[in-house]
């Protein structure tokens, strides 16, 4: 069975700070993709990333950056700088990549950017 | 890009009663669509597969005579809430994956907050 946990429940960091959120997964599966989204209050969920599991490159976007890990089955999301406007629920999710894919989301973080 | 919309985006009804959520493809068709509930400050937990033109596939523990999902059209799925109760309450995400994409693109609707008094 597909899992994913994210044991951080909440992080608070002021404005400015380097934030890692860390998501690690378990699957049984050899090829599964992994994303993270963002939950802003306003509920609806914001693609963020998406990585194939044959690709374990690192990858940034602006002041994002994921850092994919088969060998520990980990995939960590930095955000550098944060930002008030940062502050949401962030989801990381596995797929398999049988038939149409169904999502398993991790339990979320949510991240507080105080100014 | 391709757009998932629910309707309505939040509905408030009386304990006993149905209530019935759409989940649209806009501008792609979606032969699968994907039906998610989320309690206040829970992860989204998958309801059931809806399939066009067949039963939907629940998920463990998911009563099927009380979530409805009927997908008659590659556009359109609906989830009907029977006989509604206070526990119902929780927030109802779709999504789709597009069949004109890899398999892998899939997108979610603005979601539906339920609320059962």
């Known amino acids: 069975a597909q899992k994913v946990t994210q044991a951080q429940t909440e992080i608070s960091v002021v404005e400015k700070e380097d934030v890692t959120l860390d998501c690690v997964y378990e699957?049984?599966?050899?090829?599964?993709?992994l994303f993270w989204y963002k939950q802003p209050p306003s509920g609806e969920l914001v693609f963020l990333i998406r990585?194939?599991?044959?690709?374990?490159q690192n990858e940034i976007s602006g002041r994002y950056s994921w850092n994919f890990q088969k060998s520990t089955s980990s995939f960590n999301f930095t955000i550098t700088a944060s930002q008030v406007v940062d502050s949401a629920v962030y989801f990381c999710a596995l797929s398999d990549l049988t038939g149409f894919q169904k999502l398993v989301f991790g339990t979320g973080t949510r991240l507080l950017v105080s100014p | 890009g391709a757009v998932v919309s629910q309707h309505p985006s939040w509905v408030i009804c009386k304990s006993g009663t149905s209530v019935k959520i759409e989940c649209r493809s806009l501008?792609?068709?979606?032969?699968?669509m994907f039906w998610y509930r989320q309690f206040p400050k829970q992860s989204l937990m998958l309801m059931a597969t809806?399939?066009?033109?067949?039963?939907?596939?629940?998920e463990q523990g998911v009563e099927k005579d009380k979530f409805l999902i009927n997908h008659a059209s590659l556009t359109l799925s609906t989830l009907t809430v029977t006989s509604a109760h206070p526990e119902d309450s929780s927030f109802y995400i779709c999504?789709?994956?597009?069949?004109?994409?890899?398999?892998?693109?899939?997108?979610f609707g603005p979601g539906t907050r339920l609320t059962v008094t």
């Open positions: 999504s789709a994956p597009s069949v004109a994409r890899p398999s892998y693109e899939q997108y």
């Open positions: 699957t049984r599966d050899t090829t599964y993709y």
């Open positions: 990585r194939n599991s044959f690709d374990e």
């Open positions: 501008d792609f068709q979606a032969t699968t």
């Open positions: 809806s399939n066009e033109g067949s039963k939907a596939t629940y």
